[in-house]
């Protein structure tokens, strides 16, 4: 159980177009989710934090209107990337917790998102 | 506030040697501890956890980790690793209240045939 997966898994993309990555929980009703963002040989940062049903809680320096996080069900979370850039391209993780789950405190991870921007 | 520091950004070791990964927290308030591992291009795996009750916990892999609180400290250990054990490895924690969770700066553990 505790399966999250993320679509798609690589995109290239050309300079100022947008991307869409989803992130799923398959086998339980996630709450709430996280994006994550992480650069090469760095640790994961927190960008976002999302409940189901409402609007994003952003971190400090997250542009909340270039990174657009939609999380309209209990197993679907969105996250675009409005006119994308190349300091845009990035791994990009999301994450997902569930009151199926007793330990609510877990997070269960996506494969991530590998986005290059051209 | 709360922070993670992982010391060892690499460790190398030799298959079947034991290893041992080191993680210290500071928050002021208690804390919920993890360890995820990252294979290369993949997204984070839970390898184990403490929430609360004995303070030795054991996780997937044949990997434990020891909470101690009074060193505030949450070390990985594994008596013998593989090569498939060659990984990063993140220490994390949460605070009691919240959901987010704070990551170490990882650990490359390199295990050398």
């Known amino acids: 159980g505790a399966v999250v997966s993320q679509h798609p898994s690589w995109v290239i993309c050309k300079s100022g177009t947008s991307v869409k990555i989803e992130c799923r929980s398959l086998?339980?009703?996630?709450?709430?989710m996280f994006w994550y963002r992480q650069f090469p040989k760095q640790s994961l940062m927190l960008m976002a934090t999302?409940?189901?049903?409402?609007?994003?809680?952003?971190e400090q320096g997250v542009e909340k209107d270039k990174f657009l996080i939609n999380h309209a069900s209990l197993t679907l979370s969105t996250l675009t990337v409005t006119s994308a850039h190349p300091e845009d391209s990035s791994f990009y993780i999301c994450?997902?917790?569930?009151?199926?789950?007793?330990?609510?405190?877990?997070?269960?991870f996506g494969p991530g998102t590998r986005l290059l921007v051209l | 506030a709360q922070s993670v520091t992982q010391l060892d950004s690499q460790v190398p070791v030799f298959e079947e040697a034991p290893v041992e990964l080191r993680c210290n927290y500071s928050?002021?308030?208690?804390?919920?501890l993890f360890w995820y591992v990252q294979y290369p291009n993949q997204g984070l795996q839970l390898l184990l956890k403490?929430?609360?009750?004995?303070?030795l916990v054991k996780g997937i892999n044949g990997f434990e980790a020891e909470f101690n609180k009074s060193q505030t400290s949450f070390h990985l250990r594994k008596p013998s690793v593989h090569i498939s054990d060659t990984a990063e490895y993140f220490c994390?924690?949460?605070?009691?209240?919240?959901?987010?969770?704070?990551f170490g700066t990882g650990t490359r553990l390199t295990v050398i045939p």
């Open positions: 403490y929430l609360s009750g004995s303070t």
């Open positions: 928050s002021s308030v208690s804390v919920y």
């Open positions: 994390a924690v949460i605070p009691t209240g919240a959901n987010n969770l704070f």
């Open positions: 994450s997902a917790t569930g009151l199926a789950y007793s330990e609510q405190e877990t997070q269960y």
């Open positions: 086998d339980f009703q996630a709450t709430t």
């Open positions: 999302s409940n189901e049903g409402s609007k994003a809680t952003y």
